[in-house]
Every structure is written in structure tokens, then in C-alpha cells.
């Protein structure tokens, strides 16, 4: 049995052509079936659709008022399959980002440029904030993905890793002297420590791996932003828990040092979350695919 959006396409179809056998030839069908469909139809609506005549058919009042009703409908059904096809061939769309700010310029945004000039249609929303305001912003549906430090423990999120990262400490001048031989984690935390807030997924990493290690740890400052760690460490207010990849440009002008650790932290990932059992869309996946070839 034919489903009612079939028989209102067959319905139209003969309305257009007022002819079952021309209908029949356009649909690819048998004039018994067109004839069988729209019976069937005018069984269900009660009512009689079409004048038969010797020359072919005809609508009746009853089946004008129709006509122009489903023929609407079914122009929009079309527009909005062609609309989906956009979608699909990313020449429409919309991609929502979750991102923290150091993520988004260290490391997101020639992964963005990439994106954009391959798909120039789909417009971007990015929304900013840490690993668990990200979280909590991709439960709720505001974005199809967010890009996060790891690790991160959540039942509820797939986590594709991406990147590979490596905190280190970093100091100005006038801690030039801790550079002339491996330093002891115990030796680090004796010195002003600058760190992230403490509701950083960074800090939170750093700060359980030391003590881990038996060791108390007390910041002098803790500050919101990745660039303000190596700004205050700059200046010699104290030695900063950095990301080593994203401070590559004070590193190599010489205005920060690496302190040499006698055991270095773990390293860890920045990496995408989506929601478990939930389809990305097309644009999030392709944009998940050139993240993902960034080499781990």
C-alpha cells in the first residue's frame, strides 16, 4: 500500500498532466497503479477527485482546493530536501566550536583557515571558555564540538586526542641562575610560582602531578590567561607553568628560559569532544578530520 505522501505526489502528477497514462509515464508506473492510487486516495478522503472523461481527467472543485494545497506542500518538501543536499555538500551551514583562547590561537586557528578556505560557505560560532565551562556549554547543545585540554574524565563525551602538549616552568632574568643544572620539582615550588587559576584543567593537571610527588604547592599568582603567565614571567615576578608549544615565541627571542627539570611532568593532549552516541554534523565532521591531522 502506498503511503499518503505518495499518493499526493501521484495526485498532482495527474492533476499537472490530466492524464493517468501521461502521469503514469512520467512516474515510471502502469496506469492501473496511477489509477489504483488515486482511488485509493479518494477512498480515504471521502471524496471524488478527478472528472474521468473519454479525452483524460479533470480536477473537480473539490480536487482544485487540493491540488493547490499539496502542490505547495510538496514544493517545499523539495526545497527543503535541496536545502539538506546543501548542507550535506557544505555549500551551506553553520560550524559551533567550543575553544579556550590559548587552544583557539596556538593551535585552532590555522586548523580554522584551512577549514574556511575549503568550505568558505559555512559560517563559524565559536564560544570561549575553559575545559569544564566547554563541557557543560556541549551537554547542553550550543556547540557540535569543543577542543580541550586533556585529560578529562567524562562518561558522556567521546575523546578523539589530537595534539600533543608539555608544561614546563619557564623564568625571566633573573632566574637565569636555575638553568645551570637540573632543578627538583621540591627546588621549583621554593621559587614565586605564577599559575592558571585553579579551575584551569591545566593547573588542575600540573598541581595533582606534583603532589602526587609528596609536594605542597602555593602559588604566588594565579592569573587567566596563558599569555599573562609568560608576560608576568617576563617582567621576573616569578617562575610560570607554561605550555612549552604555545611559548615557543618567547623562548626562541631568549626573554624566557626553560627551566631544566631533574624529572619532567608527563605529557598530556589537547584534543576534540563531542557527545557520545550523537552524530556530528557534516561540517563538525570535516572539521574533526582536519584537526585530526594535525600528528600526534
Do not use: W
Not at 506542500?73 to 590559548?102: H, P, R, S, W, Y
Not at 619557564?170 to 605564577?194: D, N, T, W
Amino acid at each position: 500500500m502506498s503511503s499518503k505522501l505518495d499518493l499526493y505526489k501521484i495526485f498532482c502528477k495527474v492533476g499537472k498532466s490530466e492524464s493517468f497514462s501521461k502521469a503514469a509515464r512520467d512516474l515510471y508506473m502502469t496506469q492501473p497503479a496511477v489509477s489504483q492510487a488515486i482511488m485509493q486516495l479518494e477512498s480515504e478522503l471521502r471524496i471524488r477527485l478527478f472528472n474521468r472523461t473519454p479525452k483524460g481527467v479533470s480536477l473537480t472543485d473539490e480536487g482544485s482546493l487540493l491540488f493547490e494545497y499539496v502542490n505547495s506542500a510538496l514544493k517545499l518538501i523539495q526545497a527543503g530536501e535541496e536545502k539538506i543536499q546543501d548542507f550535506k555538500n557544505l555549500t551551506m551551514g553553520e560550524l559551533k566550536v567550543g575553544v579556550g583562547d590559548t587552544i583557539s590561537r596556538y593551535f585552532l586557528l590555522p586548523k580554522l583557515e584551512i577549514f574556511h578556505n575549503q568550505y568558505p560557505n559555512i559560517k563559524f560560532k565559536i564560544v570561549n571558555g575553559t575545559t569544564q565551562e566547554l563541557c557543560t556549554i556541549l551537554k547542553s547543545g550550543e556547540v557540535d564540538i569543543a577542543v580541550c585540554n586533556f585529560p578529562l574524565a567524562d562518561s558522556t563525551l567521546e575523546l578523539r586526542p589530537c595534539f600533543n602538549i608539555q608544561d614546563i616552568f619557564v623564568g625571566g632574568e633573573k632566574y637565569r641562575q636555575l638553568l645551570s643544572a637540573p632543578v627538583s620539582l621540591e627546588e621549583v615550588v621554593k621559587q614565586p610560582l605564577i599559575l592558571l587559576e585553579k579551575n584551569s584543567n591545566s593547573r588542575r593537571y600540573v598541581e595533582e602531578h606534583i603532589r602526587s610527588r609528596g609536594i605542597q604547592i602555593a602559588p604566588e599568582f594565579e592569573l587567566g590567561s596563558h599569555d599573562l603567565l609568560l608576560e608576568f614571567a617576563r617582567i621576573n615576578l616569578g617562575i610560570a607553568c607554561v605550555t612549552k608549544e604555545f611559548s615557543q615565541e618567547y623562548l626562541k627571542k631568549g626573554v624566557l628560559y626553560e627551566l631544566p627539570l631533574s624529572e619532567g611532568i608527563p605529557r598530556r593532549s589537547i584534543g576534540v569532544c563531542s557527545l557520545k552516541g550523537v552524530p556530528l554534523s557534516i561540517a563538525a565532521q570535516k572539521f574533526v578530520e582536519i584537526i585530526e591531522d594535525q600528528q600526534l
